[in-house]
């Protein structure tokens, strides 16, 4: 039972086309976040979303936008990809924003060729 | 802005050597998250410390929180394979979670 799944597992495409990531939890929490990280392991927040609203929007290119059409989900869509765009991206689920600790998932990676 | 300084970004030891990672925060912290992350794996939650000073075990890992809330540390005892990876802190800061750079420990073989 996969608590956090993410699809595609890869993805490799080229430069200027658009992609969509699809993340679902199944442990009724109520956050969920994006986060990228890079090939020096930086993890970088993207966006978080509590009970459907958007609650972090970190300096991100607007060419990213994400989208959580209930609690349990939360897509992220990219247009015109680039070259940098190439990582591993991480969704992760909490139950609230304070205290509990954050689940992953396995992680998309996106290569641009 | 608020920063979460890690170090050292690597650490190369000998099986059976222990190994640490150190955090320091800019600003005062509620509390602070562990992760791991294993080579083409995810991050996963190790522990949580919040109180000023706390000191909690994990079997080989100690972990700390300074008793002014801006430091922390992972100690891990006689290195074994198995704790191969990149270890993370998180600290929490006016409702948002501040990441660290990671520190990856490599066994020599």
């Known amino acids: 039972d996969t608590a956090v799944s993410q699809t595609p597992k890869y993805l490799v495409t080229q430069m200027g086309n658009d992609k969509s990531i699809k993340c679902e939890q199944n442990?009724?929490?109520?956050?969920m976040y994006w986060y990228k990280q890079d090939s020096k392991k930086f993890l970088k927040i993207m966006f978080s979303y509590n009970n459907k609203e958007l609650i972090i929007n970190e300096t991100v290119p607007n060419r990213f936008s994400p989208k959580s059409p209930d609690k349990a989900h939360l897509n992220l869509h990219i247009n015109s990809l680039e070259l940098g765009d190439s990582a591993v991206y991480f969704c992760a689920s909490s139950q609230g924003v304070v205290n509990q600790p954050q689940h992953f998932g396995d992680g998309t990676r996106l290569s641009i060729l | 802005g608020q920063q979460v300084m890690q170090i050292p970004q690597y650490q190369h030891v000998q099986e059976g050597e222990d190994f640490t990672t150190y955090c320091n925060s800019s600003t005062t912290l509620s509390n602070i998250q562990w992760y791991k992350q294993r080579p083409g794996g995810h991050p996963v939650f190790l522990i949580q410390l919040v109180k000023s000073g706390e000191v909690k075990k994990q079997k080989r890992l100690t972990f700390q929180f300074g008793e002014a809330k801006k430091n922390s540390s992972l100690h891990i005892t006689a290195t074994q394979t198995t704790d191969v990876g990149t270890y993370f802190c998180a600290g929490r800061s006016n409702y948002q979670l501040i990441w660290g750079a990671g520190t990856k420990l490599i066994i020599k073989p």
């Open positions: 442990l009724g929490h109520d956050t």
